[in-house]
């Protein structure tokens, strides 16, 4: 007989996943999944079953790793709420398996799993692709993946260490430059937009260091180094021209192939990664779609039976954003990260980055028990 498996709840889940533990795995992970050897981890693209007299989603992400020894899949729903419901939008269950006997080892709370991974990888992202010099960040929303954003960027890129240089001369005879490095701390600057300024107001004040609220996307943004958009938009909220050349854009919302965060002009002009291009290529509506024309050239032609009929021929086809590279491929060394162009890392999340999140958690458990 198998044991009862091991329930953990939310409170735990968040107590011992630590990003210091998490963001290692995560980065060897991803650089194993983008080597596509099936005989080591075995992800596929997420199932998901619409619930749209709710205007809601399940999803299935099963995942197994077999180096690791990782049989897991999470359950997760996501809906489109109203603004301010008390309800949240994600909300999920992590199930591990037994690999060699197929029972169920660990239930556990996967809303911080969730919350804490997408974020982690997002940090991996931006260690990898935003401007040397960082000094403003900018998260678009307010709900849990705005915060569990705002915790890991602030965490690792709080302080940025410049060397400034002096020049100076020191010879009669001829003037000769020198450097003197001075380390010089700037703290990180980080801006907040809500679409409800109350909204973005209650995130800053549960926070402890300064952060400014702004009125407008336009107004957050420009000037950025690195923008995180975690909104459930499903129009365009982020647009090119008010992006600054070389910023980063961590895209955590618009997981769904008609929705949309990021305009074309963003998309077609910034370097894209993904976290894998299958699911981008099923999921992503900022991918998907920044391709598509919307200008029609239609004209008439009478048929035989005195039927007219529309017949409709593009115009003008723009070819859609592609992406670069998977994170994966970058952490593994195929691909180079570009930091000096305009980047978006587009985020879907995988099922590969809930099991070691999972896996992590059960271990930090059954050492305290
Ligand atoms: N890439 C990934 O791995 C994951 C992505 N997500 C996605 O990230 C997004 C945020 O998720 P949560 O923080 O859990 O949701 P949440 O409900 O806690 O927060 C959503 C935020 O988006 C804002 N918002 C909603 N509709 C909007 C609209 N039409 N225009 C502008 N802002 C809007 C809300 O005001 C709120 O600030 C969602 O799209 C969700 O599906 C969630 C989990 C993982
Ligand atoms: O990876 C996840 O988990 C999710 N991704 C997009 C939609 C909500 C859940």
């Known amino acids: 007989m198998s044991e009862s498996p091991v329930l953990l709840n939310k409170h735990e889940v968040e107590r011992l996943l630590t990003y210091d533990d998490l963001i290692p ?3 060897s992970v991803m650089g194993k999944f983008s080597k596509r050897d099936s005989s080591e981890i075995i992800q596929p693209v997420r199932s998901v079953v619409p619930i749209q007299q709710h205007s809601g989603f399940l999803g299935v992400m099963p995942a197994y790793l077999a180096a690791e020894g990782i049989l897991c899949t999470k359950i997760v729903t996501f809906y489109q709420r109203a603004e301010g419901s008390s309800l949240p939008s994600t909300q999920a269950t992590v199930l591990l398996f037994h690999p060699e006997h197929g029972h169920v080892t660990a239930i556990m709370d996967g809303e911080a799993i969730t919350a804490k991974r997408t974020a982690a990888v997002s940090a991996i992202s931006a260690k990898l692709f935003k401007p040397a010099l960082s000094e403003v960040l900018c998260i678009l929303g307010s709900g849990q993946q705005a915060r569990s954003h705002y915790d890991v960027f602030t965490k690792l890129f709080k302080f940025k260490e410049v060397t400034s240089m002096k020049t100076g001369n020191t010879s009669k005879s001829f003037k000769m430059c020198f450097c003197v490095c001075d380390p010089v701390l700037y703290t990180l600057q980080v801006r907040v937009w809500s679409r409800r300024k109350e909204m973005a107001q209650r995130f800053v004040n549960d926070l402890q260091d300064p952060v400014t609220v702004c009125s407008s ?3 957050a943004v420009i000037g950025a180094d690195v923008i995180v958009t975690a909104t459930g938009a499903s129009q365009p909220i982020l647009f090119g021209e008010w992006v600054k050349p070389g910023a980063h854009i961590a895209a955590v919302g618009a ?31 900022d991918i998907i779609l920044s391709g598509v024309c919307i200008t029609f050239h239609q004209y008439n032609i009478a048929d035989l039976s005195h039927h007219r009929h529309t017949y409709s021929t593009p115009k003008s086809l723009f070819s859609q954003a592609e992406v670069f590279a998977e994170l994966g491929e970058v952490l593994n060394g195929s691909f180079p990260a570009r930091r000096e ?29």
């Open 341 to 369: 162009k305009t980047t978006v890392f587009k985020s879907l999340g995988m099922g590969i980055q809930d099991a070691v999140s999972a896996k992590l958690v059960l271990e930090k458990w059954n050492g305290e028990h």
């Open 217 to 219: 996307v336009k107004e």
């Open 25 to 27: 795995r995560l980065e």
């Open 255 to 285: 997981c769904r192939p008609d929705w949309r965060e990021l305009d074309d002009v963003l998309m077609r002009e910034a370097v894209v990664y993904v976290d894998s291009r299958e699911g981008a290529t099923a999921e992503s509506g």
